[in-house]
């Protein structure tokens, strides 16, 4: 049996005393064929087998010592499961919608967005936060300071990225191809932003947050940062806003931004500065990193799909817009049955849902489901209902919230030329046979 | 007043000295080389990428690792890669070989490259190798291995791989115009080299006949 390592793979195989070769017979008990390709005794190929989930039809073509394509990439999914990887430079994943089933997003589910290089040191210990800018007095407070001077509290609260849903755009728009899951809720622990910022004292002409990280900028110039956004002081305000140190009970995930960060429910993700190393206060709005030209921006009227508009045409995004994810069944199933239950999230910027229906035949007729209260201010509502298919075949479960304004998810795309915001149905397919 | 300064600045003097490397620093070092590996293997017998293989870098010749196309600003440079020298480059790479293809900008703080350094010094065999086709193969780099086939497909990946994964670069769906603009875009707002006429317009040819807005290659 191979024995227990938790080492990332490409290290065991690296650092390995007797090289790749030895290193994949400890691990697996591949040993390398006398004509000097790949053999895999049973063992072996059973347990490579295994991680890959599937038999590998050429294995004596394989060379000795070669770590499976699979599996070398999953030194950057360290205490993430089942994500799908969009770019692993600078990391990005999101996760599958029926593996976003949970109410609260554990860890090893939610997505990550990345626009640089993650720090390398991440001590808690000795981290510190500035405030400054526009405050009555500065502070540079540690994790520690934060804990003993502000009250702690957890809350559920959405992320979502402002590009989700990018890659249904057409014609296409430039970015990570994000589908359906750069969402999730997990249970956030921290202080209130603005306990913090009160502590500080907000001077009367503060407009606008400018927020910093200690992440690198990708051309690796330490004059450039690669993200550095910010936000109304009426939303920093709210009491929904998070500086996280805690995420599910246990540390943040590192590439979720360990040790600290900002949560802002329901405005894009960007807005949750990661790795927080510093807020200042601005009397203008802030034209940091991807807050100038059209990086989370929409046009301010709508346009036909491949339309190019001027820069100065653009406005900055604030509150996401109305949106649900069906997690329940999963897209593509087959069912031997014809009842079931649907179920899964809605959720809406700065508001709550009012209603979710789901439809089976189209869009034709709409049935609705029973939801819940969000937890608390900022988190998802979950939803469900059981649906009963008329005969077999292939249908389609669409799924439609309303928000406490009366507005309700569209059908097409709101195409925007940066490919933002895109909250149509959460279509998923089903046969039953 | 004075006293008090002298005082602390012989403090900071007598605690300013380096310390000898030590395992601490090199295993930060092998952290810090995470920002490297897009372009660089560091494993005996690693392939070269965009970047030569570094495997026993500290004290080879310049510009000696077999099968990898040197520029001229490296091949120009005499003698061996010292620690001092790679103290030089790491801070600034086109300062100290003007034309160098590595697009890298630099670690700026002295810290970043001791360690980087102190890690990189590991990289030996402490006995002999035997040769080092026997203890590894050369990996085919899966993200080259992700571009279509077609002319301009090298120079694609050597002048984008080095900033960010050729995933991203597949991904997406432009015509000429519009990957014209992402590249310009890339230059104005984040730090990429402008590509020389010539190159440029290659870069762009292969990327809009590959990667078009119908997205012949799309990964999904």
């Known amino acids: 049996m191979p024995k227990k390592h938790s080492v990332p793979i490409t290290q065991f195989y690296r650092d390995h005393d007797g090289g790749p070769t030895a290193a994949e017979k400890e691990l697996f008990g591949r040993v390398s064929h006398a004509d000097r390709r790949g053999f895999l005794k049973n063992i072996g190929l059973a347990s490579i087998g295994t991680l890959l989930g599937a038999t590998i039809p050429f294995h004596r073509n394989m060379p000795a010592g070669l770590i499976p394509a699979a599996l070398a990439d999953n030194h950057v999914f360290e205490g993430k499961n089942g994500l799908t990887l969009l770019n692993d430079r600078p990391l990005n994943a999101e996760t599958p919608a029926h593996l976003l089933d949970d109410a609260v997003t554990p860890t090893e589910r939610h997505f990550v967005r990345n626009n640089g290089i993650p720090p390398i040191d991440t001590d808690a210990a000795s981290w510190q936060l500035i405030i400054d800018g526009l405050v009555d007095k500065p502070l540079s407070l540690s994790i520690d300071d934060l804990r003993k001077n502000f009250e702690v509290v957890s809350q559920n609260l959405v992320i979502e990225c402002g590009g989700n849903g990018r890659a249904m755009f057409n014609p296409p728009a430039r970015g990570n191809q994000w589908t359906f899951g750069a969402v999730g809720c997990s249970n956030w622990t921290g202080v209130r932003l603005r306990n913090v910022l009160q502590a500080a004292g907000v001077k009367d002409n503060v407009i606008y947050t400018a927020h910093e990280g200690a992440d690198g900028h990708l051309s690796g110039r330490d004059d450039k940062m690669p993200l550095s956004r910010g936000m109304p002081i009426a939303k920093a305000m709210d009491d929904a806003n998070m500086i996280a140190f805690g995420q599910n009970g246990g540390d943040i995930h590192p590439m979720n931004g360990a040790p600290l960060r900002l949560v802002v429910p329901g405005w894009p993700g960007s807005c949750s500065q990661k790795w927080l190393t510093r807020i200042w206060l601005r009397d203008q709005v802030h034209d940091g990193a991807k807050m100038t030209g059209t990086s989370y921006r929409v046009p301010k009227y709508s346009v036909a799909p491949g339309t190019k508009v001027p820069t100065d045409d653009f406005e900055i995004i604030e509150a996401m817009p109305v949106k649900s994810l069906i997690t329940s069944p999963a897209n593509g199933v087959q069912s031997g049955e014809r009842s079931f239950e649907v179920r899964g999230h809605a959720w809406a910027g700065d508001t709550t849902i009012d209603a979710v229906d789901i439809s089976y035949d189209f869009g034709v007729t709409w049935q609705k489901a029973t939801l819940d209260r969000p937890s608390n201010k900022g988190a998802w509502q979950q939803w469900r209902t059981t649906v009963e298919l008329p005969k077999a075949g292939y249908y389609e479960i669409w799924a439609r919230a309303t928000d406490a304004n009366g507005r309700m998810q569209p059908f097409a795309i709101d195409w925007n030329p940066k490919g933002y915001l895109n909250n149509s149905f959460h279509r998923i397919a089903i046969t039953v046979t | ?220």
């Open chain 2, 1 to 220: 007043m004075r006293i008090l300064l002298s005082v602390l600045l012989f403090a900071t003097t007598a605690f300013a000295i380096p310390v000898a490397t030590n395992a601490q620093d090199a295993e930060r070092g092998e952290k810090l080389f995470r920002r490297c590996v897009t372009c660089h293997t560091a494993t005996d017998g690693g392939a070269n990428k965009v970047g030569p293989n570094l495997f026993g870098i500290l004290g080879r010749d310049i510009a000696t690792r077999d099968g990898f196309r040197y520029s001229k600003a490296l091949t120009g440079l005499e003698g061996n890669w010292t620690e001092e020298a790679l103290n030089q480059y790491l801070l600034s790479p086109r300062t100290y070989a003007r034309g160098t293809k590595m697009a890298f900008a630099g670690l700026k703080k002295s810290k970043d490259r001791a360690d980087l350094i102190a890690w990189l010094k590991t990289l030996t065999n402490s006995e002999a190798s035997p040769s080092s086709s026997a203890k590894g193969a050369e990996e085919p780099d899966a993200d080259f291995a992700l571009l279509a086939a077609g002319s301009g497909k090298q120079e694609t990946y050597d002048n984008c791989a080095g900033c960010h994964s050729i995933k991203l670069v597949a991904q997406q769906g432009m015509n000429k115009a519009e990957w014209l603009e992402t590249i310009e875009w890339m230059v104005d707002e984040q730090g990429m080299d402008p590509l020389d006429g010539s190159l440029n317009e290659l870069i762009v040819d292969y990327l809009a006949t590959h990667y078009g807005r119908d997205r012949p290659n799309f990964p999904k």
